[in-house]
């Protein structure tokens, strides 16, 4: 199974909305990954946890809190959003051993709206 | 600083031609990964090669095959008699040895087949 799942798919949301993305990969991987990708751009790089803990953070705003309850699971927990953080919000995993150059695997992604 | 760059923002060819997408690179490691990774309209990011810095035999896949050079640190990608299915942005993507299979991705080149 060489699958990452995200829900919701769609997501619309308020400035003083909390809510919370979701992604599952069930291949055993330990690294995971969020990324926010804008219109007509590449995606960046938000977040990285390898074996369930926070690696990589690149300088995202508090208001993007994630989460790995377990090494299958990823949360991306979302306060108080801007217009502007309207993207479409990508998950992926990887075998997780750094310096192997493991390919990530991506989820659909989310496509969040705020309004 | 790692970099890769996609000059060629859009390409339109009409189906069953060939078409090349181009990638040039630049990085200080000796040790490093390259990937190309195709987005189709639906958004989810799809995997389609991997290799390291020290391979450089070309790969051929069906209609896919991918040109390394690290003379000219290009890793270019061509899709030989091209189906309206290719229709995507591609994306071509660098990691080096260490960094948790952090990617460094080109701007993407957007590729409309034309009937």
């Known amino acids: 199974d060489t699958e990452v799942t995200q829900t919701p798919k769609h997501l619309v949301m308020g400035m003083t909305n909390k809510k919370s993305l979701k992604c599952e990969q069930h291949?055993?991987?330990?690294?995971m990954y969020w990324y926010k990708q804008k219109a007509k751009k590449p995606p960046e790089l938000m977040f990285v946890y390898s074996y369930e803990k926070l690696s990589i953070n690149e300088s995202v705003p508090s208001r993007f809190s994630p989460e790995c309850p377990n090494s299958s699971l990823l949360n991306l927990h979302l306060h108080a959003l801007q217009p502007e953080d309207s993207a479409l919000y990508l998950c992926a995993s990887s075998q997780g051993v750094a310096g192997f150059g493991n390919e990530q695997f991506f989820g659909p992604g989310t496509r969040l709206t705020v309004l | 600083a790692q970099k890769v760059t996609q000059a060629q923002t859009e390409i339109s060819v009409v189906e069953k031609e060939d078409v090349t997408l181009d990638c040039v690179y630049e990085?200080?490691?000796?040790?490093?990964?390259l990937f190309w990774y195709k987005q189709p309209p639906s958004g989810e990011l799809v995997f389609l090669i991997r290799r390291n810095s020290f391979d450089e035999q070309n790969e051929i896949s069906g209609r896919y095959s991918w040109n390394f050079q690290k003379s000219t640190s290009s890793f270019n990608f061509t899709i030989t008699a091209s189906q309206v299915v290719d229709s995507a942005v591609y994306f071509c993507a660098l990691s080096e040895l260490e960094g948790n299979e952090k990617l460094t991705f080109g701007t993407g080149t957007r590729l409309t087949i034309i009937p």
């Open positions: 990085t200080r490691d000796t040790t490093y990964y």
């Open positions: 291949m055993g991987h330990r690294a």
